[in-house]
């Protein structure tokens, strides 16, 4: 065996040595790696005359073309009849190389092992760890079970660090049993919350690789669709109490006052006696206990514009309007449990499109009937009509509605395709305060 393999050595010194066999050899490696065997057909294109003579050497053949074309088999035969003779062709790869020749299945089989090691590993750690039937446990039946809900980006983190993969789904599933943990009315800074877990404040930001892992297994837990854009992730995030930061959440609020401690609060008193409208943050609610609106109805709407000007046009001022520039964040919630604890009526209007019946039907899962849908029956879609087109993507959106009345307005906008913005119909969104404005 030893001078079996001081022949491989030799052979493959000899060839190293020879500048016109590189790109050969390089061949060779490929072709065993593709087959594990001295097979397949080798093309060497704009072969130089050292090679042409090079290779023809060996293989018996007279090369006359520029491109050149032989057989792995016809090589190796070659080999068997130089000084060398007898030589194994892997090992003089192996020597000529210096590393072992692995085939690519051999290298997808070790792959595939070490895959399914890392991931039963992580099984059983969270089975020994948590209780049966912790949230963390269920992510990770879930996610493994079906390959989704972070599946992929696990594992693209496990084939560039294992070892901070296995840290990943552990830092993301003491999140999810963190997260059960808090209350409805708790809050928690989104930077605090991944300072406690990870030491990083940073770890669970929007785009990072935990970030976005966290937000699957919440949406797994939560039986949730994963957020589309920004709006959508702070929704997820403030439902679950974590705050992304307690500026950004905001609200456009007109004619509300807020009660901070035993008094109430001379910012607001000042903003409803002069008629002027005011944004409300996470910050500004810290200490408020209770609120009271102008009048007995609180509208909502969702656009600014269509708030500007339902303050700027409403003959008498007392009354009571919010605006969410879109999805519901954190304060907005805060507001309506104060507001809905008072038993106000609250009627909430929104574009009559996928995305805004999306909010509407969100909000009234989240609180049930004491919210009312205003202007967003299938009669108010006629008049509020534009010539926007929804896309195919949008109007599967529709299909998961479940108010009685939306889903009545879903149908009418899946057959038209059209969508319906609050701007068509401000005279009756208007003209609607006005009446309730009366009555107060």
């Known amino acids: 065996m030893s001078s079996n393999r001081n022949s491989d050595q030799a052979c493959a010194e000899y060839f190293k040595s020879q500048k016109a066999y590189q790109r050969c050899f390089r061949e060779l490696w490929k072709k065993w790696r593709s087959y594990g065997k001295p097979a397949g057909r080798i093309t060497l294109k704009h072969a130089s005359d050292k090679e042409r003579?090079?290779?023809?050497?060996?293989?018996?053949?007279?090369?006359?073309?520029?491109?050149?074309?032989?057989?792995?088999?016809?090589?190796?035969?070659?080999?068997?009849?130089?000084?060398?003779?007898?030589?194994?062709?892997?090992?003089?790869?192996?020597?000529?190389?210096?590393?072992e020749l692995v085939t690519k299945q051999d290298q997808k089989k070790e792959a595939q092992k070490q895959k399914e090691d890392f991931l039963k590993d992580i099984r059983d750690a969270f089975r020994e760890k948590s209780e049966?039937?912790?949230?963390?446990?269920?992510?990770?039946?879930?996610?493994?079970?079906?390959?989704?809900?972070?599946?992929?980006?696990?594992?693209?983190?496990?084939?560039?660090?294992?070892?901070?993969a296995g840290v990943l789904a552990e830092y993301v599933g003491n999140s999810l049993e963190k997260l059960c943990g808090i209350s409805n009315t708790e809050e928690c800074p989104l930077a605090i919350f991944a300072a406690e877990i990870s030491g990083n404040p940073h770890y669970f930001d929007r785009g990072t690789t935990a970030g976005m892992l966290l937000v699957r297994g919440i949406c797994c837990i939560r039986r949730r669709e994963v957020p589309e854009n920004a709006y959508q992730w702070r929704e997820l995030m403030e439902t679950e109490g974590i705050i992304p930061d307690n500026v950004s959440s905001l609200l456009h609020v007109y004619g509300l006052r807020l009660k901070k401690g035993a008094a109430w609060h001379p910012a607001y008193e000042a903003f409803c006696e002069a008629g002027e409208p005011c944004v409300i943050t996470m910050e500004n609610m810290k200490g408020i206990t209770e609120v009271q609106p102008l009048g007995k109805k609180v509208f909502i709407v969702e656009n600014e514009m269509v708030f500007s000007y339902l303050i700027d046009n409403l003959p008498d001022k007392n009354c009571t309007l919010l605006c969410t520039s879109g999805q519901l964040r954190f304060v907005a919630q805060k507001l309506l449990n104060l507001l809905l604890k008072k038993e106000t009526d609250v009627y909430y209007s929104g574009d009559i499109d996928p995305d805004g019946m999306g909010i509407a039907d969100r909000l009234w899962l989240k609180f049930g009937d004491r919210i009312h849908l205003w202007r967003m029956s299938p009669e108010d879609y006629e008049k509020s009509i534009s010539g926007e087109h929804i896309e195919e993507k949008g109007l599967t959106k529709l299909f998961h509605i479940h108010h009685p009345l939306l889903k009545k307005t879903a149908e009418y906008v899946k057959q038209k395709q059209l969508s319906g913005y609050q701007e068509n119909i401000l005279k009756e969104l208007l003209a609607d305060m006005a009446k309730a404005d009366e009555r107060s």
């Open 53 to 99: 003579r090079a290779v023809g050497g060996i293989t018996g053949k007279v090369f006359y073309e520029e491109d050149i074309h032989f057989t792995f088999a016809e090589f190796e035969q070659g080999l068997q009849k130089t000084r060398f003779a007898p030589v194994d062709i892997k090992k003089v790869l192996e020597e000529y190389f210096g590393e």
């Open 132 to 164: 049966a039937g912790s949230v963390a446990s269920e992510w990770i039946e879930q996610m493994l079970s079906m390959k989704k809900y972070g599946y992929q980006i696990l594992i693209r983190e496990f084939e560039k660090d294992p070892d901070q």
